[in-house]
């Protein structure tokens, strides 16, 4: 029971008596926990860490129809791609495409470039007439990786008659996540590019014999 004799607190100090009640009560609450970050939408991609390089493609008609395919595929992963043809499964020369690929993989333009025709054979061959380039035609995963990590290609040939669409686009994943080996590998390439340099023909008006 209240003691009559004690005087009643005025309004005033009952409002600072609870505003200290108040505060004191905030400063021991444990903080919120932070809301769950939101769930990205079904089916977006994750940005990428590093960009992907530009990748050069063609195919003569032989590997047109296959060409296309690995045009999707990469597409799809991000890549930015070059394509130099064909536009259709007209006859057409597979070295007039190997060419245009290997010159925009050998000037920088592209990271890598990969060419499709019957076999991937005459490809090959036609592409690594152009300095700077190492073209190596793949059928399975194996000579994918080898052909990277050995050989340092630049430049994947594949044989549209020798090798289904799943297989081919394997390969493609396969020898493109491939990184090159060092030490042994890249000492051994270095003699491939010194035996180019050796009999590359001088450009003209060079004064060198």
Request: proline share 9%; glycine share 10%; net charge positive.
């Amino acid at each position: 029971m209240a003691d009559p004799r004690r005087p009643r607190p005025s309004e005033a100090q009952v409002r600072d008596a609870v505003r200290r009640i108040v505060e004191a009560t905030v400063r021991a609450a444990p903080p919120a926990p932070a809301a769950p970050p939101s769930p990205a939408p079904v089916g977006a991609r994750a940005p990428d860490i590093v960009a992907r390089p530009a990748i050069a493609i063609g195919a003569d008609h032989g590997g047109f129809a296959l060409k296309e395919a690995i045009r999707r595929g990469l597409e799809e992963q991000g890549y930015a791609v070059r394509d130099c043809g064909t536009t259709s499964d007209a006859p057409v020369d597979y070295p007039d495409f190997a060419h245009a690929v290997a010159r925009l993989v050998a000037d920088g333009t592209c990271g890598a470039g990969i060419v499709v025709d019957g076999a991937g054979i005459g490809s090959a061959m036609a592409a690594n007439k152009v300095p700077g380039v190492r073209a190596a035609p793949c059928y399975d995963l194996s000579t994918a990786r080898n052909s990277r990590e050995h050989n340092h290609a630049n430049v994947l040939t594949l044989g549209a008659r020798l090798v289904g669409t799943g297989l081919a686009l394997d390969i493609v994943a396969e020898w493109l996540a491939t990184p090159w080996g060092p030490g042994r590998h890249a000492a051994r390439v270095d003699k491939i590019t010194d035996i180019e340099r050796r009999y590359s023909k001088p450009a003209a008006g060079d004064g060198s014999r």
